[in-house]
């Protein structure tokens, strides 16, 4: 897990690669937070982390990554999908995958929002290994309210992964077993993150400048 302090951010910008995104074409972004480059190596070494608890959870059941039925993969949708896609293609196991969609509700607070399941969870855990995967813990609700559900299924093995991890106050403190990067409690898009439906596509993380964003 790499740590990213506010400290860093100059040097992200000033020596950002050849081939990264002007940030003229998004004026709207302040600066990068996360590079092309970086994610590309950490999504690397998270399906690495992935792959071997994978297959110390296999070996006690008496399977293999290459056994069928054993291994789902479930992403959160949207926010998630560009950073799955990425994963998955470095997991040589033998998986599936089961796509659900939270919505969080807001409130007046951190401690007033919610979540709650747009789509249905796949129903056939039981007995399986299950890696979840969030794009980014900020209140934990998320999480949180994915993990419960499945548990009553009974799975084999449980773990939660995220790509950012947000230094934020947590509504429910969620335990993730893979991290991708630490970052500030900043508004982030790019990498399949949005702000109201857009800069998804961007390939880094990036902050918005504040003026882009209306005040509530």
Same mark, same amino acid.
């Given at each position: ?18 081939? @990264? ?14 590079? &092309? ?86 129903? +056939? ?18 999480? @949180?309210?994915?993990? @419960? ?51 998804? +596509? ?6 918005? +400048?504040?003026? @882009?964003?209306? &005040?509530?």
């Amino acid at each position: 897990m790499q740590i990213l302090q506010t400290k860093d951010f100059t040097l992200f910008v000033t020596r950002r690669p050849p081939d @990264a995104l002007p940030l003229t074409m998004f004026p709207e972004i302040e600066r990068t937070l996360v590079t &092309k480059q970086q994610i590309a190596t950490r999504v690397k070494e998270m399906a690495q982390e992935i792959v071997r608890d994978l297959e110390e959870d296999l070996a006690k059941d008496g399977d293999s990554r290459l056994d069928e039925d054993r291994v789902i993969i479930i992403p959160i949708m949207t926010g998630a999908m560009i950073f799955v896609a990425d994963l998955i293609r470095e997991l040589p196991v033998k998986l599936s995958l089961g796509l659900t969609s939270v919505r969080s509700y807001p409130g007046a607070s951190i401690s007033s929002k919610g979540a709650h399941l747009e789509s249905d969870l796949p129903d +056939n855990l039981e007995g399986k290994h299950v890696v979840v995967l969030d794009d980014i813990l900020d209140s934990g609700q998320t999480l @949180a309210l994915v993990k @419960a559900i499945i548990l009553k299924q009974k799975p084999a093995s449980l773990r939660l992964g995220v790509m950012l991890d947000k230094q934020t106050t947590r509504t429910i403190d969620v335990k993730v077993d893979y991290t991708g990067f630490e970052i500030p409690d900043e508004f982030v898009v790019g990498y399949g993150l949005d702000y109201d439906g857009y800069y998804r +596509n961007h390939p880094e993380i990036v902050i918005l +400048n504040q003026d @882009a964003i209306p &005040k509530r």
